[in-house]
């Protein structure tokens, strides 16, 4: 447990050193006796893609996937949301930077890529399957 939660908190600390101390943003994060939990508060969409971006990456690795799953992957979710966490499809209940069916608005940028990357790892395999489906039928 101890070992999990250290690399949870490892992994949080990687993902928002981009944003401490230069631009001041709040971030908390918060370990409770069960579950590490990383909070993102007050970031602006410039830098909620940026965090976005950069956990994406880390978490590709992290899966085994290589730099043309990244690749693919950036440009699915450039396509889909510009990787915006608060894109809003009008015409479906899809929501955030993955466009999930009936995602909660208030699920951070990051809990979006760990979906998202669920669900492409589930449906497609990797994201090099999901945008060659993506790019055939105009969504994934």
């Known amino acids: 447990m101890i070992k999990n939660n250290l690399k949870y908190i490892l992994m949080c600390f990687v993902v928002f050193a981009g944003f401490w101390p230069a631009n001041a943003v709040a971030t908390m994060l918060v370990v409770t006796p069960m579950k590490p939990i990383c909070m993102?508060?007050?970031?602006?969409?410039?830098?909620s893609k940026t965090l976005a971006k950069r956990y994406a990456k880390m978490?590709?690795?992290?899966?085994?996937?290589?730099?043309?799953?990244?690749?693919?992957?950036?440009?699915?979710?450039?396509?889909?949301s510009r990787w915006d966490y608060t894109a809003d499809n009008p015409k479906s209940t899809a929501y955030g930077i993955p466009q999930i069916l009936g995602m909660s608005e208030d699920t951070t940028p990051t809990q979006q890529v760990d979906l998202g990357l669920k669900y492409i790892k589930k449906r497609y395999k990797t994201p090099t399957l999901a945008l060659q489906h993506h790019l055939r039928k105009g969504w994934y």
């Open 59 to 80: 978490k590709i690795r992290q899966i085994g996937w290589n730099d043309r799953e990244w690749k693919s992957l950036l440009t699915l979710w450039s396509k889909e």
């Open 40 to 47: 993102e508060h007050n970031l602006s969409i410039s830098q």
